[in-house]
């Protein structure tokens, strides 16, 4: 395993855990809540939730950078598997608060990064999130 990550947890993003409703989606612009650590913006607000803190999670490319879907596509499956191996950073931070988290991570770079680098980056990306929610 690496970096301590929990041996308990599943590491998986269920259907449930994605960002998938338009509204939602057109609310998180509006409110423009943003964390930035280049090449990754995240857009994000915090619902209070009653029963358990949950994030719903997705992702984005501009076709402005780069006009092949292939290309697009890779990119969006190496941010969500990043996502998916270290959201316990996230969610072990925010269990407590008990807060709905819909989140976008756009890719704002114009060139391709080697996954270790974008895993780096998106690990950075979540704590200073987590900080920002538990304040």
């Known amino acids: 395993m690496k970096d301590s990550a929990p041996t308990h947890k599943?590491?998986?993003l269920s259907k449930k855990e994605r960002l998938k409703?338009?509204?939602?989606?057109?609310?998180?612009?509006?409110?423009?809540?943003?964390?930035?650590?280049?090449p990754f913006s995240l857009v994000w607000m915090d619902i209070p939730n009653q029963n358990e803190s949950s994030v719903n999670?997705?992702?984005?490319?501009?076709?402005r950078n780069f006009k092949t879907a292939?290309?697009?596509?890779?990119?969006?499956?190496?941010?969500?598997?990043?996502y998916?191996?270290?959201?316990?950073l996230l969610l072990d931070q925010i269990s407590s608060l008990n807060i709905k988290v819909p989140m976008?991570?756009?890719?704002?770079?114009?060139?391709?990064i080697p996954y270790n680098e974008m895993?780096?980056?998106?690990?950075?990306?979540?704590l200073r999130l987590a900080k920002q929610l538990c304040k």
């Open 10 to 12: 599943k590491f998986t």
């Open 21 to 38: 409703s338009r509204s939602v989606i057109q609310t998180l612009f509006t409110l423009n809540k943003t964390t930035r650590i280049y």
């Open 57 to 63: 999670f997705g992702v984005s490319v501009s076709k």
């Open 70 to 82: 292939v290309m697009r596509n890779l990119i969006k499956r190496k941010m969500r598997e990043a």
């Open 84 to 88: 998916r191996l270290n959201k316990y």
């Open 104 to 112: 976008m991570l756009i890719y704002t770079g114009k060139e391709l």
């Open 119 to 126: 895993e780096l980056k998106i690990k950075q990306i979540l």
